[in-house]
T-cell receptor
Framework: GQSLEQPSEVTAVEGAIVQINCTYQTSGFYGLSWYQQHDGGAPTFLSYNGLDGLEETGRFSSFLSRSDSYGYLLLQELQMKDSASYFCAVRAYTDKLIFGTGTRLQVFP | EPEVTQTPSHQVTQMGQEVILRCVPISNHLYFYWYRQILGQKVEFLVS????????KSEIFDDQFSVERPDGSNFTLKIRSTKLEDSAMYFC????????????FGPGTRLTVL
């Protein structure tokens, strides 16, 4: 089977740093993406890791370890608007995205 | 900034009826997808489409489902005979090319089957 596991919920305060982990088990693997989804909204692309290591995009960074089938999304200088659900998604060899269970992030003032 | 658009935003239908969900992908994109998300659950892949044919479909995408690109701009998902369990948010997505990793998602169509 194919599975991507994430914590169901994370809470933090404004200005803090939070890490959302993702472990995956899929039959094919090309890379790991992260998407943000606000309530009632569409998934919005945040980052992609095709190789091991850290990718940084502004306040957001993403990390991948292919040997550990593990990745994480790091959000720094948290803002209220970062409150949303975050999904990791494996890009399989066939190009489809296989989404994780999602992590609901709540940022408090 | 170019974006994927979807219509309608909300569709209510009776069980057994046919529905067509419409999408206009970003104009220079070549790869198209449909995903669905049942309320409170994860996003699930339905089908991918490239060069006017289906590239891959999931187990969910049975004979009741079909996709079409009727012209150069629209991409549609048809459900022939809707079931209660088809109630979900349906997202269309597109991607520019094979070397790109970002799939751009539309705002979704919320389908409610009564």
């Amino acid at each position: 089977g194919q599975s991507l596991e994430q914590p169901s919920e994370v809470t933090a305060v404004e200005g803090a740093i939070v890490q959302i982990n993702c472990t995956y088990q899929t039959s094919g693997f090309y890379g790991l993406s992260w998407y943000q989804q606000h309530d009632g909204g569409a998934p919005t692309f945040l980052s992609y890791n095709g190789l091991d290591g850290l990718e940084e995009t502004g306040r957001f960074s993403s990390f991948l370890s292919r040997s550990d089938s593990y990745g994480y999304l790091l959000l720094q200088e948290l803002q209220m608007k970062d409150s949303a659900s975050y999904f990791c998604a494996v890009r399989a060899y066939t190009d489809k995205l296989i989404f994780g269970t999602g992590t609901r992030l709540q940022v408090f003032p | 900034e170019p974006e994927v658009t979807q219509t309608p935003s909300h569709q209510v239908t009776q069980m057994g009826q046919e529905v067509i969900l419409r999408c206009v992908p970003i104009s220079n994109h070549l790869y198209f997808y449909w995903y669905r998300q049942i309320l409170g659950q994860k996003v699930e892949f339905l089908v991918s489409f490239y060069n006017n044919e289906i590239s891959e479909k999931s187990e969910i995408f049975d004979d009741q489902f079909s996709v079409e690109r009727p012209d150069g701009s629209n991409f549609t998902l048809k459900i022939r005979s809707t079931k209660l369990e088809d109630s979900a948010m349906y997202f269309c997505a597109s991607k520019e090319g094979d070397l790109y990793n970002e799939q751009f998602f539309g705002p979704g169509t919320r389908l409610t089957v009564l």
